[in-house]
């Protein structure tokens, strides 16, 4: 976490925007999803995505699409093991 240097007071964090994150999936399918923190969905994307291109080029242009929408959607917030949602009220498990 970054500190202020006049005060040292501590800063939030900024989360990745989803407009960048798009244009790195539209770039390389996946790539947004990485540049989100979701790695494991960023490969996961760049696999399916060049197997359909290598398929056929219409569900490869597809699932790139699919990708960069996906990408650019606002990030879920973080789950634990058992699937609740950390830091919320309503935990649905």
């Known amino acids: ?4 240097p006049s005060c040292g007071e501590s800063l939030p964090a900024r989360s990745p925007s989803p407009v960048v994150a798009a244009v790195l999936s539209f770039l390389i399918p996946g790539l947004g999803q990485m540049y989100r923190g979701d790695v494991a969905t960023g490969f996961g994307w760049l696999i399916v ?4 291109y290598v398929l056929l080029i ?9 990708c960069i929408v996906s990408a650019a959607r606002p ?3 973080p789950q634990t093991r058992t699937g609740r949602t950390v830091g919320s009220v309503a935990l649905g498990g």
Do not use: D
């Not at 976490?1 to 202020?4: F, S």
């Not at 995505?49 to 359909?52: A, E, L, P, Y």
């Open 58 to 66: 219409v569900p490869g242009l597809v699932l790139h699409i699919w």
């Open 49 to 52: 995505t060049v197997v359909g």
């Open 1 to 4: 976490m970054k500190t202020c």
């Open 75 to 77: 990030a879920r917030p």
